[in-house]
């Protein structure tokens, strides 16, 4: 298809941009691309995704029939298709491209389109499924599950949402798991070493993150050269002297929970034999469970919990993190792996059937009904009282999700009583408790259903004689 054939303007649509796209960067962190791995930018529009991901090291070519048309259109590990599918009027065409960058896949196709809820940022005309803007442009806006159901129709692969908009579909059954176990536990991180103690103090801290010593296959070149002299008992006998039991005992246990997730999450693509998952997850299984079978069986057992609505609420009620109330538990980003494995599993659930925004700060989940929102509060440590800029929510009985944005607003929701979303031993806690405890002292939630949205705050604020400068609060001393 060449751009004269369009009956849009699609080659309008490719913006100038310096750096890579969000779609890109998050394609780069979530599937560890690195130097080597190759990569084909198909529509690459005006090419500033192919540069940049050039500069990180990657065999990058690009292709786009208006912009690009002499580019290289050759198989890759990765496929990048970004904010192509949205623009393209004909649906048989669109299925095509779709089709043909699939083809030329050879581990992960990342697909990127712009949704539903951006419609009323785009001037135009109802035309065909989409929209003809005033620069004769189209726009066909996607639902998010919309995105992943059309690319695993027309894949036929196994999909998963990264984020609301991007959609992974993997040729490589191995790249789709390991990202799903890297969803849920992170690879550890290794210390720097640069002798035998050294390198024998990563292998101790490997063992102390992850509850077991690592297999040769996971340890890093430099520790196996460092480390080739001892003999496997003599080095875990090392190990397991200089370890802390408490903190060994305490991430098998963590461990064991990570694993039950992620078999949990695999159900729902059917799991497949143990030696089809990641070695760390494989070792994981043998080293915490007596069984496979056993480990699925316990996995099946907590998929099972999540539709007993007492048993979540009663989760929830006895969470070490998080804000309890009427209708659900709210957690701040970094107390989320605090919450029972149950509610974790909850969380994922959702991020997996919708896609989990980049951009939040506390998690949502009800327990009435079933149902995760991921609310942004990109000042919640700054500001005494963060104010809502967006939120993102999937519905899990019945997959759709919505996003509200309060960009615009002048009323925005706020939080009180910050403390309560996190852990108790984060470190900013104290700080919050003591806000809260001199804005209850000076009487500031007496009317609670008044102080939810920024005037009502503001009024109550200045009712009290007080006005806050960070985190204290003080006499105000224009009233
Ligand atoms: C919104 S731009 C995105 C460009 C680029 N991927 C980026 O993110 O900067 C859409 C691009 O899709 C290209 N395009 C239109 N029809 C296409 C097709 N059938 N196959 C591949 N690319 C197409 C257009 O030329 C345009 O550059």
Not at 155 to 179: I, K, M, N, Q, S
Not at 411 to 436: G, I, M, Q, S, W
């Amino acid at each position: 298809m060449t751009a004269q054939l369009w009956a849009s303007e699609r080659q309008r649509t490719a913006i100038g941009r310096v750096g890579l796209s969000a779609p890109a960067r998050q394609a780069v962190t979530d599937l560890q691309l690195g130097s080597g791995t190759s990569v084909l930018d198909y529509g690459c529009g005006r090419g500033a995704d192919v540069r940049a991901l050039r500069q990180l090291g990657l065999e990058v070519s690009g292709w786009d029939p208006a912009h690009h048309p002499g580019g290289q259109l050759k198989p890759a590990e990765i496929v990048l298709l970004t904010y192509v599918v949205n623009v393209i009027e004909d649906p048989a065409e669109r299925r095509q491209t779709l089709r043909h960058a699939w083809d030329n896949t050879r581990t992960a196709l990342v697909v990127s389109a712009r949704l539903r809820w951006e419609r009323n940022q785009i001037k135009g005309r109802e035309h065909g499924d989409g929209i003809l803007t005033s620069r004769n442009t189209f726009q066909h806006l996607f639902a998010a599950s919309e995105l992943r159901d059309y690319v695993d129709e027309v894949t036929g692969a196994r999909c998963l949402p990264a984020a609301p908009g991007l959609v992974y579909a993997f040729r490589d059954d191995e790249a789709r798991l390991r990202y799903i176990a890297r969803r849920i536990k992170p690879d550890a991180k290794w210390l720097t070493f640069e002798d035998t103690a050294s390198a024998i103090a990563a292998i101790v801290d490997h063992l102390e993150q992850r509850g077991r010593l690592p297999r040769l296959e996971e340890m890093p070149q430099q520790v196996i050269a460092l480390l080739g002299h001892l003999r496997p008992a003599e080095l875990n006998r090392l190990a397991q002297q200089a370890a802390d039991p408490v903190k060994v005992e305490e991430s098998a246990n963590r461990s064991a929970l990570d694993t039950l997730l992620f078999l949990a999450l695999e159900l729902f693509h059917g799991r497949g034999p143990v030696s089809s998952l990641p070695l760390s997850v494989q070792l994981d299984v043998r080293t915490f469970f007596s069984s496979y079978a056993e480990a699925c069986k316990r996995a099946d057992q907590l998929l099972f919990k999540l539709r007993d609505g007492a048993y979540i609420r009663h989760a929830m009620a006895g969470s070490p993190a998080g804000k309890f109330t009427a209708t659900a538990l709210y957690v701040h980003r970094r107390a989320v792996h605090r919450m029972p494995t149950v509610l974790r599993l909850y969380e994922h659930c959702a991020s997996i059937a919708a896609g989990r925004p980049p951009e939040w700060t506390v998690a949502k989940l009800r327990h009435q009904g079933r149902g995760v929102s991921w609310l942004n509060y990109p000042d919640f440590d700054s500001d005494p009282h963060p104010r809502l800029v967006s939120s993102y929510t999937v519905d899990l009985q019945t997959l759709k999700s919505s996003f509200l944005s309060y960009a615009d607003s002048t009323n925005r929701p706020l939080l009180h009583r910050k403390h309560e979303f996190l852990a108790p031993d984060d470190p900013h806690v104290p700080k919050y408790l003591r806000l809260t405890e001199a804005e209850v002292r000076a009487g500031l939630y007496e009317q609670p259903h008044l102080i939810g949205t920024e005037e009502g705050w503001e009024r109550e604020l200045h009712r009290c004689g007080r006005s806050l400068k960070g985190h204290r609060l003080v006499r105000r001393t224009d009233s």
